[in-house]
């Protein structure tokens, strides 16, 4: 239990420390919304003024630390207020977070099976055909920058053979229905992108999978397993995979924020209108609101899935609960 | 930092075994590895196109002296941009600032996430606990919407980059060496020093640091792995300063100027392929780096084929 | 003096400038076509009307980000979509066409025309009957009043800075009978027309009126009620839908006003989604910077698709004359000969832009008002060299010329990040000034830093425009050289009594008088050199004649043709009509 208790406790300090981060930063740097607004309204009157600051929520007047805590307040009761395009953030979020959910949680499924098979099997037939050849090849294109993989991919496939389409979610004019050719439609428009996010993703999982799976095959439950002559696909599967697998969950679980950048890149590279291209935008608006709560969208992400992974592995592991 | 943190994993458990055999067998052996040579001579390559840019292509990379979005020829081997410069040489002149950002970043996230983890786990206690909590926040806080964020209230050059990058990337090695400090606590040679009175800087720089001198190579490559990539991604994303030529910046050009669509498609994949070229030349050495360095990891039976033959 | 701000969406401030600010500068001035004989009349759509209505048009414009269906025609970053479709002017003014006395065209409309008193303090606008708003309630005189009461209301509506105090121009908005507006301005006015009857969008006081009206900034304004030719139908994140006001005023029998029966407005993330939609042949009416644009668009159908780049401001070097080299007049003069305009134009901006010249008259849009005689633009960097020997300037080791103190030509160039054609026109300056020995670094900056440092003078030399055009090179000139908008749109802290003077005599001049007055200023241009302009800058448009005509065209200019371009994109919604 005092596992549990501690990683909350590190839960509540990464949020605090994030929506912190989040406060002091466009606060303390040069050419911050607050000053441009300002600056460029040099002139108009000061009842117009004040107007506008409130407007943009840079009100400069008011004690920074009274800010401070209405801000916390605010983001922990999800008001967010409004983008410059003043719609609420909440709902400019909720409308593009489907996507990009669909996108990475689907690519990153794909990933981590394609991943876990291949480092499970390679660890397996080490130093066979596919051990020699597939993790250290998916090694090195792990280490490609994803957009590089999608720009190649938009380019052969889209530009080129004009097989899939360039950009967007679904085609212009596409009315959004449940219907099986829209299905289609959104399916052919995700694949470029969500195959930019597997490759470049399974490497790093057949890596890990595999280097685990070496150890836990030397382990003497795994020969105990091999001396009661238990068909090999049984030892591979029960024994070595699954006990490889667990001290990898919370890494797993950290991956994801390595997944979601990579996903403000796809999203830019083939505008596709997610949460990545919205963040991506509200940098280049500077609209703070938007930003911010994108950014927090994105660390609470990360958290509530190494809460997860944490929890997983107290459950599976004994071991854990008193460490 | 995803490579670095898997590589790094496994470097970790070897460390001590590699720090018994002196670091210049080590080296012999990486040397002996497939891997490992082909990603040396791609470093080097690199390096060398970065001293001598001039060697290499002679035309100005910035002169808009040529025919616009020319297509790849004998003058123009990669063909020229939509302003009228050579391709090519914007490719080997934009070398040098983007391995020196990738070096630089990478060396100095190496020696804070060294500085802090070595301390940690040095020192123990509260500062262990403070240490440790200030790498956990920033391992979990995502990097990439981070860099975004911090780059786009700076002012864009070389400088922010190295500064967000570094900020952003020490976290994961900071763990490992922190792991690595710990099993090395006990070991006489320290309580040796302690008994002599050193000064605890003096134990973690001179004592404890020199011990782990493969464990932080391997750091320093696997950052370099991310450092590439990522910077080439916020320069891509326009958070660069467009004035200065690394790949990352030529890539954003290539991107604003259509020139996938408009028919120059060197101009965008050719500083993307390089991009991808020097991380693979970083993550090729540091694959063999943890197969030589974890002999558990040796791909055994080719390396006996190998020998046979 | 005041200027306001826009939001700048992402196509203008990351790329280039595919979409450009449309910011609208409040600057005292005149306007002399604001009434008499120079007006056209909107039934003038006629001579192409044969009475069909029907098709489906397309838009192709990168919007940067989704749509979020909002359609407040005083919310600066979503107005595009609702001013000209839906909300209307009280009269249309023309940027783009001058009377041969070189007054804007002005034609009326929901105004049916307009006067000033002698001394130019009150207008009276004639509001039109028989309009109705498109939920059938009478549109009235009230609706008028109401509006510009409105901005006084809330003064974040008050985008033009309208009714602002120091500058404020207007004092009341009243009714007079029954179907005239008074406008009462606290000294002469006239340049104010341009804003009062062309820039602000009139909405309906039926709706209107019972919201907050401090507030009213912030309405959504979901399902905007106007008076325009379109009713906005459907509105989803990534499409418009807009079908023809059937009721629409201007409408008669047997000539329907518009003729296309739907207009589909989506939205592009990017400019490569907006270009390939269009090289498709899927849009119709383009306003996209395209690469290469005649072989990835035109080729494509070489008889039906066009192209016509506007241009409407300068985009120019902007020297700091509290900087004690660029003070020098002769460093200005070799800077501006250095610089082989033609070659900006071609290298950086692929021909699109074109090369301006050392006046300020953007040709050939202000032809009218230019005066070659007066130009001094050359490209000779001999001359350059001769001028900076002359002043007693000598060239350093480097190559570099230095002053008697040995200080050297050596100066750095602001700029904003992301205009990737203004760097790559930069690339193109540094080079030549280094060829006649002035050294210049440019430095990227955001458009927000940028806007501090040109407004606060910390720069030596900044590359940038002024933020909007207007009807005339007046709207440009003054804010770039009246010593009162210095910390404002006087980057270069030009300071001169007798051009203060000739700006300030324009409001009470004749045409004839202006036209002389907007002369010495090119000749203060062309002397000085307080400002240099390089190129200029461009509306991007683009049609497709295959399905529909009455574009606008380089032969008849009757509108600014880029679909973000307000109210204009309401003239051209009521001319085009299909072609079977």
Redesign the interface.
Known sequence: MRYITRRAGLFLITLWAALTVNFIIPRVMPGNEASAVLATFRGVNPSALHALEIEFGVNVHQNLIVTYFQYLANCLTGQFGLTAQRVPVLTEIISKLPWTLALVGVTTVIAFAIGTMVGVVSAWRRGGRLDGILPPLLFIVASFPVFFVGLLLLFVFAVTLNWLPLSSNYSIGAEPSLSLSFAGDVLTHALLPGFSLVVVTAGLWIYSMRNNMITTLAEDYVKMGRAKGLPSWRIMIDYAARNAILPNLTGFAMQLGYVLGGSILVEYTFSYPGLGYLFYTSTTDHDLPLMQALFLVYTLAVLICVLLADLATAGLDPRTRDA | ???A???A??TLETGALRQQRGFARFLQAVLRNR?ATAGTVILLLIAFAAIFPGVIARDDP???IYG??LGPSAQHLLGTT???QDVFAQLIWGTRLTLIVTVVVSAIATVISMVIGVTAAYVGGVTDRALS?LT??F????????????A?????GSLTMIVVLTLTSWAFQARQLRSQGLSLRTRDFLAAARVRGERTSYIILFEIIPTMTSLIVASFLGLS?FV???A??LQ????G???ELTWGTM???AQ???A????N?WW??AP??A??FM??G???VN?AFDEIGNP??R????RRARTAA | MAWTWRPNRSADTRSMRHLRPITVMAVAGILAAACGSATTSPSSAGSTNKGKVGGKLIIDNESGSTWTCQFNPFNPSVNITSIGFIYEPLEFINILQTNPDGTPVVTPWLATGSSWSPDFTKLTMTIASGVKWSDGTPFTANDVVYTFNALKADPALDLNALWSVDSGPLTSVTLEGTNQVVFTFNAPAQSYFYYVADQTPIIPQHIWGSLDQSKLDAEADKTPVGTGPYLMSNCSQDNIKYLRNPNYWQSKPGHPVPQIAEVDYPAFLSNTSANLYLAQGQAQWGAQYIPNIQSYYISKSSSTRHYWFPPTLNVSLFPNLDNPLLSNLAVRQAISLAINRQQVSQRGESGYEPAANQTGIVLPTYKAWYDKSIDTTAYDPAKADQILAAAGFTKGSDGIYQNGQGQPLSFTIKTISGYTDWDASLQVITQELKAVGIQVTVQDEDSDPYTNDTQNGTFQLAYGEMPVAGPGPYYELRPMLFSGSIGSTNYSRYKSSSTDALFNQYSGASPAQQLQIIQQIEGVMAQDLPVIPVVEGVDWYQYDTTSFGGWPTPANPYAQPPVWATPDNGMVLTRLYPVS
């Open positions: 930092m995803s490579i943190e898997i590589s994993t496994t891997k910035l002169a808009a616009q979005d939509q302003l009228g909590l956990d926040i391992l979990i806080i995502p990097t990439l919407p981070l860099l975004i964020v911090l786009s209230y700076l002012p864009p792995v590439v990539g990522f080439a991604g891509f994303l326009g958070l300063n467009s004035t890539l954003y050009y604003q100027g259509g996938l669509e408009a028919g498609a965008a994949l993307g392929a991009v991808a991380g693979a970083f993550a090729l694959y558990a990891l791909p055994v039976r080719k």
